[in-house]
């Protein structure tokens, strides 16, 4: 193997690790999202646990859709901007 196969494979397996580390960012960014919007739902707005809840699954089942390229996170902005919901602070 000569030293610009190496320096491939040395780069694909920094891109693996790097979009490992991504993954888990975002994984825990839209965790951190629901469960601050849980807990204002059921401790500010009186929502049921079963409530909130399928609330929480909607929100994974949203959030795989965006995974698996079924729907951009731009389509729920768009859709929330529709109906004069503002998602964006900026």
């Known amino acids: 193997m000569n030293s610009k196969q190496q320096s491939v494979i040395v780069a694909r397996l920094v891109d693996q690790a790097v979009n490992k580390k991504l993954e888990y960012w975002r ?14 739902l059921l401790d500010k707005w009186g929502w049921s646990a079963e409530q909130v809840s399928e609330l929480i699954q909607t929100t994974n089942t949203n959030f795989e859709n965006i995974l698996d390229k079924l729907v951009t996170i731009e389509d729920y902005v768009k859709w929330a901007e529709e109906r004069d919901i503002r ?4």
């Open 27 to 40: 994984m825990r960014c839209v965790a951190a999202v629901t469960a601050s919007v849980a807990s204002d």
């Open 87 to 90: 998602i964006n602070n900026y």
